[in-house]
């Protein structure tokens, strides 16, 4: 038996960032574990240059995700202008930290990046957290910073917000992964029921199935269907690192947008 956290995060425009190489800037169909460390860091207040703390957030955290709408996929061609890598040093040294766009347009030599960004539309996720280790922070600490968060959440790129709530519920004493998902699902009013299918597009159609990835540690009740490795525990972030991460997938039974879980 454990403690679960459960949240929703849902958008109109989300991003799960992949390994990218080159131009080409690859989505996923699910989020990745950096992805929500991330999202929780910035909820309690964490900075993304505090190497340290993200990596003694990763560590402490358990994480599963169920998709209940992976979304459909989309791309674009951006371009954007970047500040050269000697001359933001030289801001840097000379004023501090480039916290804002504006400071790296104030640099005295800029470039431009392309690249192909994918992305996907209507997603709808349930996330699950629990804790390996006690020494960072607690789920009551996530749940409270997730309700009232220090900084902006969004999904994958700063333009991507949020359109839901993440609605925060510690599930106490659940068997395993899917044990805490059925509750979570039996706390949705009809309101928040109506509210998703909306924001959703509307789509009340049946998924063939709802895919659920965990970590491998995860107590689940079904049976995984495959295992896969990802590069997504956060490593370094001055250098864009990411370490290894064992995965387990498998598909939960179907269900209908809008309805009961």
Known sequence: MRDYLVLTLAAPFASF?????????????????????????????????EEKRQQELAASLGYAVRMDNVGRPASDYHTAEAADEASARRWRKANGPMRTRRDELACDKRKTIL??????????ATIVL?????????????????????????????AF?????????????????????????EGRTDAVRTLEATLTFGQRRAFPSRPLYADSDAVLRSNAQRFETRRDMPETRSKWGFGLRDEIALALPTTTMGDDA
């Open 161 to 185: 917000p949020l359109m839901l709530p993440c609605r925060p519920v510690i599930i106490t004493g659940a068997a395993c992964i899917e044990d805490a998902l059925d509750q979570y699902d």
């Open 17 to 49: 960032g992949t390994i990218a190489v080159g131009e080409r800037r690859p989505s996923s169909d699910h989020p990745t574990k950096s992805q929500v460390i991330g999202l929780v860091a910035a909820s309690l207040g964490v900075e993304r240059t």
């Open 115 to 124: 690249s192909m960004r994918e992305y996907r539309t209507g997603v709808h």
């Open 130 to 158: 629990w804790l390996k280790q006690t020494d960072f922070t607690t789920l009551d600490d996530i749940k409270a910073s997730l309700a009232e968060p220090r900084f902006t959440l969004f999904a994958g790129r700063k």
